[in-house]
């Protein structure tokens, strides 16, 4: 049914920018939120930012300022904006989404690896 697709992450220097990517291919269903999660070696995944198909955004307060999540509902996409980065924001992030349905979605995931 339902596969996302993610983009962007790299290898950046600390103070650099990149921005994520995440398409969701359903063409019948639709999503009612969609969020950006992220796990560092040897820690917990954690939630670092989501938003609502009406545009309502929440973010974790380490990444508050920096990062911006956004979605485009024509294209069932959703983008992270990451400023400012540094070495603690290194980790593989997953993108997460959520149906009216009521089913649920994860990305493969994309390493983002921030150098000091």
């Known amino acids: 049914q339902v596969q996302l697709v993610e983009s962007g992450g790299g290898l950046v220097q600390a103070g650099g920018s990149l921005r994520l990517s995440c398409a969701a291919s359903a063409k019948f269903f639709s999503i009612n939120s969609m969020a950006w999660y992220r796990q560092a070696p040897g820690k917990e995944r954690e939630l670092v930012a989501s938003i609502t198909s009406f545009g309502r955004t929440n973010y974790v307060d380490s990444v508050k300022g920096r990062f911006t999540i956004s979605n485009d509902n024509a294209k069932k996409t959703v983008y992270l904006g990451m400023n400012s980065l540094k070495p603690e924001d290194t980790a593989v992030y997953y993108c997460?989404?959520?149906?009216?349905?009521?089913?649920?979605?994860w990305g493969q995931g994309t390493q983002v690896t921030v150098s000091s």
């Open positions: 997460y989404a959520r149906e009216l349905r009521g089913n649920t979605y």
